[in-house]
């Protein structure tokens, strides 16, 4: 089945990723550089999930998430976190937050589909 992904990520992880989720997965994927960019193309697109970086200028990725979720539109788009930081130390900095899962940088882009459809139990 073909989904429809948004990466909200950097120019670099989002062409790995994108690569892989359309070779590996047949999946359709759509990119945001901001969090401004990826609230506007999650309201305006039918989405199935939505990959997150947390470190971004502008607007953060707990502050695109709290957008999200704040918006009716988009509330209910599973997200998955996209982060360099997953080590015990920083983990209350994901205590709480709405998300489906949270996946490490750097990732391995021809197993990133089966990653996500395990979190999202699309098996």
């Given amino acids: 089945m073909s989904r429809n992904i948004l990466i909200v990520e950097e120019e670099d992880v989002q062409a790995i990723a994108k690569l892989g989720l359309e ?6 994927v759509l990119i945001a550089c901001s969090g401004w960019e990826a609230l ?3 309201a305006n697109f039918k989405l199935d999930v939505i ?16 957008q999200l979720k704040a918006n009716p539109v988009t ?24 998300v489906a899962a949270i996946f490490a940088k750097p990732f391995r882009p021809l197993k990133l589909a089966a990653q996500i459809s395990e979190a999202l139990g699309w098996n």
């Fill in 23 to 28: 070779m590996g997965a047949g999946w359709n």
């Fill in 40 to 42: 506007n193309v999650a």
């Fill in 51 to 66: 990959l997150l970086d947390m470190m971004m200028p502008d607007m953060d990725g707990r502050a695109t998430l709290q």
């Fill in 75 to 98: 509330k209910s788009i599973p997200v998955i976190l996209l982060t360099a930081k997953v080590q015990e130390s920083a983990q209350e900095v994901f205590t709480g937050l709405d």
